[in-house]
């Protein structure tokens, strides 16, 4: 479990209980789903002091319509409630609710570091600009299914392997369809800073010989291998695979014009596998073999076929 963020008070949901105050409550066991948890409440007290929850929340309302009241952030909101709408309120937020009808709700708390990645590799985004949006009773009836697929047959002893699949179908509907009071998909195109692609060049350029992992080039840009893949694409136009045969192509071009290393030694030293591979990448890239462009350049050709 989460341990409550130092500095900043933050509670984590299982120690948010004691507001449950009424004899007549009915609240379910915490049950622990992939990226957060989830628990359902019925016949509670109507007013409610939500703690800064380091945890993000969403509610589906059950029941019946109702109205609620939110106190906090800057003001008070008054809503009218359909049934199974959906609440959500983002991690460090605090709030005194109170509820005029039916009395049932359930809660799933998400990690805010699962949410920004699911949905930064969803979207194709920067998970550090992911933001998750604040809404109150937002009706949407797709959310509501997910919501009561991820809650049926919690006694399952095989729930979990459905919950984990729901749950993610839920955030990824979330975020892409909340459009009022705060968005989930504030972000920006993944891309790489000017001074990290040349740390990745250097690190080519000086291993060019080398077998170069993809894992290696993300090690060194300080990113995860599926956002450096899609960060380094939008930043050069080109694949770390292209950006690395297109460093060694070079490397090539440069041996063969300057130095009279055999034709398999330079394909050595520039990190190809054979001959024949060497081949077949550098014509794919350069429209002739190497000796054909090393025979035009020593004979003043362009070297360009």
């Not at 509670?44 to 929340?57: A, E, I, Y």
């Not at 309302?61 to 959906?86: C, L, M, P, Y």
């Not at 063969?256 to 050595?268: F, K, M, R, S, W």
Request: proline content about 5%; hydrophobic content about 40%; overall charge positive.
């Amino acid at each position: 479990m989460t341990a409550p963020t130092q500095g900043h008070n933050r509670v984590p949901p299982e120690l948010w209980r004691g507001w449950a105050s009424a004899d007549t409550a009915v609240v379910t066991d915490l049950r622990v789903v992939r990226g957060g948890m989830i628990q359902s409440w019925r016949d509670t007290s109507p007013t409610m002091r939500q703690p800064p929850l380091d945890h993000h929340l969403v509610v589906v309302h059950q029941g019946g319509a109702k109205r609620v009241w939110r106190d906090g952030g800057g003001g008070r909101r008054i809503i009218e409630v359909e049934d199974r709408s959906i609440t959500t309120t983002e991690a460090g937020s605090a709030y005194r609710w109170r509820t005029e009808g039916p009395i049932a709700f359930s809660h799933l708390y998400v990690r805010p570091d699962y949410f920004a990645a699911l949905v930064a590799e969803a979207f194709d985004r920067d998970p550090s600009s992911v933001s998750f949006a604040e809404t109150i009773g937002r009706p949407d009836p797709h959310a509501a299914n997910l919501f009561d697929l991820l809650l049926q047959g919690l006694e399952n002893p095989d729930w979990s392997l459905s919950a984990d699949y729901y749950v993610d179908a839920l955030l990824i509907r979330l975020a892409s369809t909340s459009t009022w009071g705060g968005e989930f998909r504030q972000y920006r195109r993944m891309t790489l800073a000017p001074h990290i692609v040349a740390r990745v060049r250097d690190f080519i350029q000086s291993n060019i010989g080398q077998r170069i992992a993809l894992e290696d080039l993300a090690a060194v840009a300080g990113y995860s291998r599926f956002h450096f893949v899609r960060a380094f694409k939008h930043s050069t136009g080109v694949t770390p695979y292209g950006y690395v045969l297109r460093e060694r192509v070079a490397a090539a071009c440069n041996l063969l014009d300057h130095t009279a290393l055999p034709i398999a030694e330079v394909a050595q030293r520039c990190g190809f596998s054979t001959h024949t591979h060497f081949s077949t990448r550098f014509r794919e890239a350069i429209g002739q073999t190497p000796a054909d462009y090393r025979r035009r350049r020593t004979t003043g050709g362009d070297g360009i076929g």
